[in-house]
């Protein structure tokens, strides 16, 4: 790389230059600081970029940059690490004297940014997006030189150079203080936000699983608000005591991708519209059979319909709980794999006791406190579907599955000789 078009600007104490660069001339002229030989040497404080997660980038960023045709990066800001005391900025009013004076203003910072042939062009912000790049142009020879172990997986991986020709906006910052752009490395990574998981169901067309929970909340669909009550909190991903709601948007994204589980669909690319529609036909008749046929879904039902508190059914009963409905969603799965009616399971849920003072589930959904708060994380989750599984269909589990819940129980009572709970 010799000249890019640029625009020159600065903020605060910083100058940089805006550019726009192929990804080709990207991935061939930008390095990154852990390929550095200095790398190794530096101390805590003289390093200015954390450790690539390659994992990462094979696994989700790669197939965006190869599959989206919508794909779109933000700036990739890069570090001129050596050499910027040679770069020259030649700005267009230079080029062209005569310009008419309406154009003279404007262009003074509009021109071309030489480089000298010598430099050192590290990736300061977006390296993941620019390994990316170079993996999915190059395929395996894009991967780092320095990763001693491939992953079988990663054997899939294909050059697409037809990608270097997509074009990247790319920040250029001269690396004349380190502490500086250690700073400015830090700063553009700690007010950057993250979006939040309801904000990324509600805005992913991609991801079949948010996709199904959106749509499971529109008019005519199972979870619909009625007479203007929302029965699903897609703002937050937690119901208080006095909440409306059955259930949160998060929620029914893990509900969703628990059932659909076996079928591997994956969250960046949505399948052809008729997979689609089985998909939810499979989502929507859980809910639909589950508000139809479990007591206290049609006890909540009548309640929002009237317009009458809740809370006290959310205190007395745990399906009121997310935590619980996305358990039921693993007794869901296990009964399809096991070719029975999801109709008949609900029966044999309406005869559990699921009174948080039910000591049966005490270290398998809540922690039994004087609070009785709800035991959270997937594995916890995934316990008390294998448990509540059993009591429901105990007969037709597998000596190992029949296992599993004998240890979750066991580890639930801290006791190796605890029972088992009694099938229905």
Request: contains cysteine; hydrophobic residues 40%.
């Given at each position: ?17 805006i550019a ?5 001339q990207?991935?061939?002229s930008?390095?990154?600081a ?14 200015m ?13 790669v197939p ?8 779109f990066?933000?700036?990739?800001i890069?570090?001129?690490f ?8 030649e700005?267009?009013?230079d080029v ?9 203003i404007?262009?003074k910072?509009m021109?071309?940014?030489?480089f ?10 977006g390296q ?9 142009i ?16 990663w054997?899939s991986?294909?050059p697409h ?12 910052v001269?690396?004349r ?6 700073r400015?490395?830090?700063k ?5 936000k993250?979006?939040?998981r309801s904000?990324?169901?509600i805005t992913s067309?991609?991801d079949i ?6 749509r ?10 009625v007479?203007?009550?929302?029965l ?9 005591i006095?909440?409306?709601n ?15 589980k ?15 529609e ?8 859980f ?14 039902m009548?309640l929002?319909?009237d317009?009458?508190?809740i809370s006290a ?8 709980k997310?935590?619980t409905q996305?358990a039921l969603?693993?007794v ?5 794999a096991?070719?029975i009616q ?6 044999k849920?309406n005869?559990i006791?699921?009174?948080f ?17 709800m ?9 008390a579907?294998t ?9 037709y ?6 296992v ?9 009572r ?6 088992l709970?009694?099938?229905l």
């Open positions: 790389m010799n000249t890019v078009g640029c625009i020159k600007a600065k903020l605060g104490s910083t100058p940089y230059f726009k660069m192929t990804a080709g990207l991935v061939d930008i390095g990154f852990m390929e550095m030989p200095e790398w190794e040497d530096m101390s805590a404080d003289e390093k970029q954390r450790t690539l997660d390659v994992n990462r980038v094979v696994n989700d960023i965006y940059v190869v599959q989206d045709r919508d794909k990066f933000g700036s990739i890069v570090d001129i050596q050499g910027f005391d040679e770069i020259t900025f700005p267009v009013s062209f004297p005569t310009l008419p004076a309406a154009y003279k404007p262009m910072d021109g071309f940014l030489t000298p042939g010598n430099e050192r062009l590290i990736a300061l912000d993941h997006r620019l390994l990316s790049l170079r993996i999915a190059k395929g395996l020879m894009g991967l780092p030189g320095w990763i001693n172990k491939i992953s079988p997986s054997n991986l294909k150079p037809e990608l270097a020709n997509e074009e990247i906006s790319v920040i250029f001269e690396h203080d380190t502490m500086k752009i250690r400015i490395f830090n553009v990574n700690r007010y950057a993250q979006t939040s904000d990324n169901i067309d991609d699983f948010a996709v199904i929970a959106r499971l909340i529109t008019d005519g669909q199972p979870l619909a608000p007479n203007g009550i929302d699903v909190n897609w703002k937050n991903n937690t119901l208080s006095r909440s409306k059955l259930t949160t948007l998060s929620a029914l994204y893990t509900i969703s991708e628990t059932i659909l076996d079928e591997r669909y994956s969250n960046s690319i949505l399948p052809a519209r008729d997979e689609l089985e998909a939810y036909e499979q989502v929507k008749n809910w639909k059979i589950s508000l139809d046929k479990i007591d206290v879904f049609r006890q909540y009548q929002t319909f317009d009458r508190p059914l959310r205190e007395s009963n745990l399906l009121l997310p935590v996305m969603a693993h869901a799965r296990m009964a399809h096991k070719k999801w109709e008949e399971i609900t029966k849920i005869d006791n699921w009174s003072e039910n000591d049966l589930w005490f270290n398998i959904l809540i922690i039994p406190s004087t609070n009785k708060k035991m959270t994380g997937k594995d916890a989750i995934r316990s579907g448990v509540i599984s059993y009591i429901v269909m105990g007969k589990m597998t000596k190992d599955e029949i599993d819940v004998k240890q979750i129980v066991c580890n639930a801290n006791d190796e000789t605890a029972e709970p009694q099938i």
